[in-house]
């Protein structure tokens, strides 16, 4: 059974951009995705379509055995909740509170009345907290999240995805923004989830030796179109040239590099 199947996706950006050219894959439930490709290739679109933040130009896109390429209204919303979506610029309310953005997860189980008023109750507010304590935000919670470093930022994105109690984390560049070492913890981080929670995780990265670090499974995309899919164990100079073209040199010696350090 599948979490996810993607079948011929495609999106034109108006009639000039063909951004994602019959893309298909599935993914299953517990697996940690990583999706590379270079600047342009199509990884942020892919992402969007699979949650309809944007619409799909054809191609169908299942999710949980539900249909999610034509979902409307309240069902898109309530859809919406079983997938928690992590951004490179964190996407927070700068001026509120840790904990206060992170009940903003919980907005797609609200009507709007409720949810303008910020009405949330005590079961979700003592949820909220064990969630932020458990990315180690527990000294940070009524901060304002302005106060709070890059890596800060990025896991209350990740404990705002978590209270909406996801299925699947889609994480688009969630460390194209930080050092080293946030890197690291934000990676660290998502691989508990995936591991210790069971939740599927799709993330697009940059950085290839990360990808090739944390994930079962390997996409590539180029182009648009799906070029790589597989163990990225087995993934080979030949097929890392393949997706990045010319950008590929750097990037190989690079990972020559890491792995003779390891
Ligand atoms: N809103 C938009 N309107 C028109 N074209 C767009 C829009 N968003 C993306 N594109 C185009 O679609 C293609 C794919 O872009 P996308 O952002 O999905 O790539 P990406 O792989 O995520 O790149 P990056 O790693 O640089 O973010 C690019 O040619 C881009 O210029």
New binding site residues.
């Given amino acids: 059974m599948h979490l996810l199947q993607v079948d011929a996706l495609t999106k034109r ?2 009639h000039e ?1 063909l ?1 994602l050219n019959e893309i298909s894959f599935d993914v299953r439930p517990g697996e940690f995705v990583a999706i590379i ?1 270079p ?8 992402l969007r379509c699979l949650n309809r933040l944007i619409d799909i130009s054809s191609g169908q896109v299942h999710f949980d055995g539900v249909n999610v390429s034509s979902l409307r209204g309240t069902a898109l919303r309530r859809q919406r909740t079983q997938i928690g979506m992590i951004f490179q610029h964190y996407n927070l309310v700068n001026r509120l509170s840790v904990i206060e953005n992170v009940l903003h997860g919980r907005l797609g189980y609200k009507g709007t009345f409720e949810g303008i008023l910020g009405l949330y109750n005590e079961q979700e507010k003592q949820e909220a907290v064990r969630i932020i304590e458990s990315v180690g935000l527990g000294e940070q919670i009524y901060k304002r999240c302005d106060q709070l470093s890059g890596g800060q930022k990025q896991r209350v994105g990740i404990a705002r995805a978590l209270v909406q109690q996801p299925k699947m984390l889609l994480c688009d ?1 969630p460390i194209a923004s930080l050092d080293p070492n946030s890197s690291k913890i934000i990676m660290d981080t998502l691989r508990e989830i995936n591991q210790n929670l069971g939740i599927t995780v799709l993330v ?1 990265l ?1 950085q290839v030796d990360v990808a090739l670090r944390y994930a079962d499974r390997v996409i590539g ?1 180029k182009r648009g179109q799906l070029v790589f899919d597989g163990d990225p164990n087995l993934i080979t100079d030949q097929q890392i040239h393949q997706i990045y073209g010319s950008e590929s040199g750097d990037l190989m010696l690079n990972l020559r590099e890491r792995y003779a350090a390891a």
Avoid: F, W
């Avoid at 600047?39 to 892919?46: C, D, M, P, V, W």
């Fill in positions: 950006y108006g951009t951004a490709g600047s342009g290739a199509g990884k942020s679109t892919l560049e697009n940059h995309i």
